[in-house]
């Protein structure tokens, strides 16, 4: 066999430098593929970093958003609304309330929970709180990112137990009238059923307050304790039943009156109110209530079954038989007047009702009158006006509260209180925080009761 021809020394070198560039190459695609895969990972961890940190900030606006729940709760209880109604759709313990909301659909296919937990939902308690917890869980089955809350408010007392007030002027009860109480609701169910004064009995709960003025009782008597101003003459302790507080110093706030622009659904009624309210087809706002506004007298309609109406007026309310207003008991009215509230002859407004039902709020000046033969059930607030009654009739009677700067009643009318009516009161936001800190959210299961943890 004969030998391999020799190789020439030029073929060899071309040979060893092949195998540098290949060993070049694979030393290059090594570094390439160390370099893109860590890219890689920094790129993949930079993504959920992001992730976290975008579901971070939408917890905290998902518990934000359960303490607006409770919040709203609590406005309603300060609109007169009782607590059970107030609160309806949550569970109760005591005095403390707890719901969890419908599950939210987040963005990047993640899901997040909303647990609030409220301590002295009911007004019972005089500095409650509120502690929301968002629990979102990503798309990606990472770790849940929970974001806590925690809103301590102040229970500012209000207009609750007082059923006659003036502001600044006259308490006067003439010709042996009286104001005493009744309860309509003695089960406190929220749903009634309603009774009439003087339902179980005629009560001594009507407090009387005169912050600024005197009384002239005459023959007349308040029926339970009486608050005076520090500068009111006391009278002799036979025109009151119960205790004389004095000197005594309150505030009775007068509500905002609601605008178009602050409530999400309303509708402009102009110069006529149709005969039924709502219309059909018109739309609740988000408090539920179908808001109107209008130029013209608030009379003459008919209040639908199972609605609840707010009419804010630029003028008065001034009924007559004619004129007569039908509020079925499952409803509600609030009436909002620049003008003056007045009743003629022969007219009963909500008779068989709630007081409650039936909010009457007037800026006017001018005096607010009621005549003979007029059963009214309602709460009506006009600080600015007199406000007076009187009649020969025995069926006459005012039953629920009343405010004014002045009062007065003669002849057969008289005031019955309803204790039934709601505890009024405002909450004040006295501390905001945000558990992040281990030490904070170790405090959580303890402030509600292990139902946040």
Not at 222 to 232: C, E, K, Q
């Amino acid at each position: 066999m004969c030998p391999p021809p020799p190789v020439p020394p030029a073929s060899r070198r071309l040979a060893g430098a092949r195998g540098s560039v290949l060993l070049a190459a694979m030393l290059f695609a090594a570094g390439l593929a160390l370099v893109l895969g860590s890219y890689l990972k920094l790129s993949r961890t930079s993504l959920k970093l992001a992730h976290r940190t975008f579901f971070a900030s939408d917890a905290a606006n998902l518990a934000e958003a359960g303490v607006e729940e409770a919040l709203y709760c609590f406005n309603q209880m300060s609109a007169g609304v009782v607590p059970a109604t107030a609160w309806s759709g949550w569970t109760f313990s005591s005095t403390n309330a707890m719901r969890a909301l419908p599950t939210f659909n987040r963005d990047q296919n993640a899901v997040g929970i909303v647990k609030v937990y409220v301590h002295g939902y009911d007004g019972s308690d005089a500095a409650p709180y509120i502690v929301s917890q968002a629990v979102v869980t990503p798309f990606d089955g990472g770790a849940p990112v929970i974001r806590t809350v925690h809103l301590a408010l102040r229970r500012a007392p209000g207009t609750a137990g007082k059923g006659v007030v003036v502001l600044n002027g006259a308490l006067t009860l003439s010709n042996s009238t009286y104001a005493d109480s009744y309860m309509s609701n003695p089960s406190g169910s929220p749903t009634g059923p309603w009774s009439v004064y003087p339902a179980a009995g005629a009560g001594l709960n009507n407090d009387a307050v005169v912050l600024a003025g005197s009384t002239n009782i005459a023959s007349g008597q308040i029926r339970g304790d009486l608050y005076l101003g520090s500068a009111v003459t006391s009278p002799p302790v036979s025109d009151y039943t119960g205790a004389l507080i004095k000197p005594y110093t309150a505030t009775f706030p007068f509500p905002v009156y609601p605008t178009a622009a602050g409530v999400s659904q309303s509708y402009s009624l102009g110069a006529t109110i149709p005969a039924t309210l709502p219309r059909a087809g018109d739309l609740r706002a988000a408090d539920g209530r179908y808001y109107y506004f209008t130029t013209a007298s608030v009379r003459t309609f008919t209040v639908s079954a199972n609605s609840h109406v707010t009419i804010v007026s630029t003028v008065g309310m001034p009924i007559t038989s004619a004129t007569l207003i039908n509020l079925p008991v499952t409803s509600t009215l609030h009436v909002y007047l620049a003008g003056a509230f007045t009743m003629g002859t022969n007219c009963p407004l909500n008779a068989a009702g709630y007081a409650g039902a039936l909010r009457i709020f007037t800026t006017t000046t001018s005096n607010c009158t009621i005549l003979n033969n007029c059963q009214l059930v309602a709460c009506v607030h006009a600080p600015n006006a007199a406000f007076s009654a009187s009649g020969s009739n025995a069926a006459n009677r005012l039953s629920g509260c009343f405010i004014a700067k002045a009062i007065t009643v003669a002849n057969t009318q008289y005031l019955h209180f309803d204790e039934s009516l709601p505890v009024y009161a405002t909450y004040d936001m006295t501390r905001y925080m945000d558990f992040q800190t281990a030490a904070d959210r170790a405090t959580v299961a303890g402030l509600t009761g292990n139902y946040l943890r």
